[in-house]
């Protein structure tokens, strides 16, 4: 099968989206003719934005910046489910530190036994943007700090309407 014929789909939260996330969209695009982004709706966890938004915010910073072949949407249920409808070959996971493969790896393994035919790639990020993480990014907004360096322009202006001006470097 050639590069030109695989799909691959990139899950998780992206709650918000950050550099970090673009990063490995540019690194595995370039693997596959087609990539889905595929935003979670997690009812386990309670992100500061819905699935629909966090979709609506990948989508529009992937068009001032990002590869072509690449679709976003919002999806729910079993990846491994997901993955078999979208026709699927693999999973992009992103490894930041050693600290994510115990997680992701476990994952990939139950991906696996719940489609033998669906493999995960493990794709470390660029080294300027390897510590950037949702989490880090929320809590810093929360606590007024410069994210501006750290996400797209369509989270910041989202996280400046939640947060105020601190998250661009601007005084609370």
């Known amino acids: 099968m050639s590069v030109r014929e695989v799909r691959a789909i990139y899950p998780g939260t992206f709650d918000p989206v950050t550099h970090g996330h673009l990063d490995l969209v540019r690194r595995a695009a ?4 087609e990539l889905v982004v595929a935003v979670l709706r997690n009812t386990e966890k309670a992100p500061l ?7 609506a915010m990948f989508a529009e910073a992937l068009a001032e910046a990002g590869p072509a072949g690449v679709r976003v949407v919002a999806f729910e249920g079993l990846l491994a489910e997901y993955a078999r409808a979208e026709r699927a070959t693999f999973v992009v996971r992103g490894l930041r530190a050693i600290s994510d493969f115990e997680y992701e790896l476990q994952m990939a393994l139950m991906n696996r ?17 390897s510590f950037i993480s949702s989490r880090l990014v929320r809590e810093i907004a929360r606590l007024g700090g410069d994210v501006s360096r750290l996400v797209p322009g369509p989270a910041l202006d989202r996280l400046e309407r939640l947060f105020g001006p601190g998250v661009r470097g601007g005084r609370r």
Request: aromatic fraction near 8%; charge should be negative; hydrophobic fraction near 35%.
């Open 30 to 33: 370039g693997m596959c003719s």
């Open 49 to 55: 934005f819905d699935a629909e938004e966090r979709a």
């Open 113 to 129: 036994r719940l489609d033998p035919g669906l493999e995960t790639v493990f794709l470390t990020p660029g080294e300027d943007v």
